[in-house]
């Protein structure tokens, strides 16, 4: 019983780390955690650490996940620049399935918008490669010339004068 308790826990380990006994690399579980992440992204985006969890480890390597959660509740500080409510992904594995894209309807006041997203395979579980914007800071672009004004619906002459 012995040899084949050491055989288990040398065979074990090796078979985790390959990738056996990881979740399938199928289509279908691929979608699932696609769901996952649109989840993470439209319901429980005042907690951007559930986000951060799907993200692909060269992303988390990239961010901590202190700087990532800062970084988006700045992103959405301002909902009507970043609209972001993503419905419906539409996949595309690679032939090995280890990595593919992923294209989300995005709920928008334009038509047809979309976000896309890419998707690898590792640690036995899909993840994504998002927010690249957070990374190198350039996300941050669109917060200097915010063109959203109080005059554009009121008028704040009039508010000024007690009218």
Not at 100 to 121: C, E, P, S
Request: net charge negative.
């Amino acid at each position: 019983m012995r040899r084949y308790d050491l055989m288990l826990s040398v065979l074990l380990p090796l078979l985790i780390l390959s990738g056996c006994g990881g979740a399938p690399k199928t289509e279908a579980h691929a979608l699932e955690r696609l769901e996952a992440y649109a989840d993470a992204i439209d319901r429980s985006y005042k907690e951007p650490e559930k986000i951060y969890a799907l993200l692909a480890q060269e992303v988390r390597d990239a961010i901590s996940e202190e700087d990532f959660c800062t970084a988006f509740e700045k992103e959405r500080s301002y909902p009507y620049i970043t609209p972001l409510y993503i419905m419906d992904p539409v996949v595309t594995l690679s032939d090995d399935g280890m990595s593919g894209t992923a294209v989300y309807d995005q709920a928008a006041r334009i038509i047809g918008m979309h976000y896309t997203v890419g998707l690898v395979y590792e640690n036995g579980d899909y993840y994504i490669l998002d927010w690249e914007e957070f990374l190198d800071g350039s996300y941050l672009e669109k917060f200097e010339n915010v063109p959203y004004s109080l005059d554009w619906y009121y008028d704040t002459d009039a508010l000024d004068k007690g009218d």
